[in-house]
């Protein structure tokens, strides 16, 4: 006899509002509603749901500074992220082009030795000498990214020569090797902001970050970079295309 299986219980209120809210979010970044969002009683026929779980969704999206509301002005979004490709090798420069000037305040540029992970990552000696360089990222006048970077001696130390305030290090490598990058590992996760790296990009303590490591390596192989950037959660989300294997 097949087995009976209770029957699965209808979503909460709070459930309901984050369904409606994650659908929102996604047309409020893909360009929906620029001019402005529909009032709470147009959304609650569209979502087939009550005028309450329409104003918590929106409450949810208020929060996360998605969206401005008032009486008489209505809904309106107050920011749109930025889509960051992650199908493409790309420095933010490349990345943002067309979005407004990347520019950089160079917070260290020094060799340094490397520590073990690092040495390990990059195929060197540990303790093998390193170029380390910190950036704070603009995309205008918004503090982006905060960015670590790690370069084999040879490279660094000729990309200390250059002005790294309005240069992308993508290219920089490119023109120092005459070689082409080729490839990259990457991790991505998301991560609490600390207290500092908090107050240097102009976010609340505790907010969200999209921690990415990358390690990039020349078209020969060889790997010449390892990165660890903090980029604001609340300025960019990370697309991709994925395919699914056939084995």
């Known amino acids: 006899m097949a087995e009976v299986r209770d029957a699965p219980q209808p979503l909460r209120r709070a459930d309901r509002a984050r369904q409606v809210a994650d659908v929102l979010r996604h047309q409020i970044h893909g360009g929906t509603y620029n001019g402005g969002l529909p009032g709470e009683s147009e959304l609650a026929v569209e979502f087939a749901v009550s005028r309450n779980i329409i104003r918590e969704a929106l409450g949810a999206l208020h929060d996360e500074g998605l969206i401005n509301r008032g009486p008489r002005v209505g809904t309106h979004v107050a920011q749109r992220k930025l889509d960051h490709d992650l199908d493409v090798l790309q420095g933010l420069a490349e990345t943002f082009d067309g ?13 340094i030795a490397a520590p073990p992970s690092v040495a390990r990552r990059l195929s060197l000696d540990s303790g093998a000498p390193v170029v380390f360089i910190e950036r704070l990222r603009y995309l205008g006048d918004v503090p982006l990214s905060l960015d670590q970077t790690y370069l084999v001696p040879d490279i660094g130390t000729a990309m200390l020569a250059h002005p790294l305030e309005t240069n992308d290090v993508f290219p920089l490598i490119e023109r120092i090797t005459g070689q082409r990058l080729g490839a990259a590992s990457l991790a991505l996760e998301a991560i609490p902001a600390d207290r500092h790296s908090a107050a240097i990009l102009a976010l609340p303590g505790g907010a969200a970050l999209l921690m990415l490591e990358r390690l990039t390596s020349l078209a020969d192989g060889r790997p010449v970079d390892l990165e660890y950037i903090r980029m604001r959660g609340d300025r960019v989300t990370m697309r991709g295309s994925l395919i699914r294997s056939t084995s």
Do not use: Y
Not at 99 to 111: K, L, Q, Y
């Open 99 to 111: 979005h407004g000037e990347v520019h950089n305040e160079v917070r260290a540029a020094t060799t």
